[in-house]
């Protein structure tokens, strides 16, 4: 059965509903509805529909159900449900569950558009926020109570690679009876194993490694086959956060070379982190696979590998957007887990809109550049680097 198969194995084979034709690669089933046999039929299906049964495209899509049943099973989770966007999963999986009088309790440390739902968005329907140092397991433990209903966290916090300790928090968590959200993007799934390590909840932003080519956002929400289909799909089937089939396949795709494409960045991460570092020139350089990183070990224990993205500070803004003009092949952009290594300065960029006071406490500094690296030779990526940390 597909279970015992490992990664790599079920990345190319899970999912798969072939056509009468037989075809090899997975079809794009481009349809918004679907035709029913009887009137009783149609009745039926409303009624309840069966696993492979689908009514309308923001419901359920075969080409969208490849992808979930698909990474499902290479996050070991027993169900999914896709997105339009990493967002609309984040968003998804907190808004399906939470209602006026809930306590959440979260790391600070996060992407910018997830910080905005915690703190702008969930106050306003009533929910209370907790917000505080993800790597502080006694943080966590003061802050968790009785009647906390979710714990949601980055495991490696955009953009300054703080790692979060999956199976502490977790265990403070479900002491209290509350739900486990991971927000799992920079571990990828080929490094993951967060459910095991005791997340009842795992969303990935499929835009960075899923995807890993730029073309397209997608997300994905994945849990138990109870959370995903009573809760998840009731909340999402009807606010309209559905994935395209056209992005399924791009995702399904995706997913049958992540692993290689993954590997093979996280090395050069790891080789170009350690030259910088050596070299010495830089004021920091933040990496969870350097033994430098205050969380090394832990990142070790959690997934194996520093991942694909590191950060570096050049000093000042002035010295980062020297070295951000300088550089010829990263791009400044602002996606990550992309084939191309792209360049990013949190301070001007997705996290502008943060007070500096904040900024502050969360690390990012002016000049602060998170670095996503690509599947460009390692060699020329951090020859560009150099020449140009030179010019400033
Ligand atoms: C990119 C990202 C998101 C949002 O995903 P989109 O696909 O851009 O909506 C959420 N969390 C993390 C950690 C991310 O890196």
Known sequence: MAHDWNKRTKAVHT????????????????????????????????????????????????????????????????????????????NGALMAQLGAGDHVVAARALFGSCLYILEEILPRFGVEVTLLDGTDNAAWQAAIRPDTKVVFFESVSNPTLEVVDIVSVSQMAHAVGATVIVDNVFATPVYSDAIAQGADVVIYSATKHIDGQGRALGGVILGTNDFIRGTVEPFLKHTGGAMSPFTAWLMIKGLETMDLRVRAQTASAQAIAEGLESDGTLAQVIYPGLQSHPQYGLARAQMGSGGTVLAIDAGSKE??????NAMEIFLISNNLGDAKSIATPPATTTHQRLPDAQKQALGITPGLIRLSIGLEHTDDLLADLRQAIRQI
Do not use: C, W
Not at 36 to 43: K, N, R
């Open 15 to 90: 999912g798969i509903r072939r056509s009468q034709y037989g075809e090899v690669s997975e079809s794009i089933f481009m349809t918004q509805g679907f035709v029913y046999d009887s009137a009783e039929d149609a009745e039926a299906r409303f009624l309840k529909a069966g696993p492979d049964e689908f009514i309308y495209a923001r419901y359920g899509n075969p080409t969208v159900a490849m992808f979930e049943d698909r990474i499902a099973a290479l996050e070991g989770a027993e169900d999914g449900f896709a997105t339009a966007s990493g967002m609309a999963a984040v």
């Open 319 to 324: 010295a980062a957007f020297k070295l951000l």
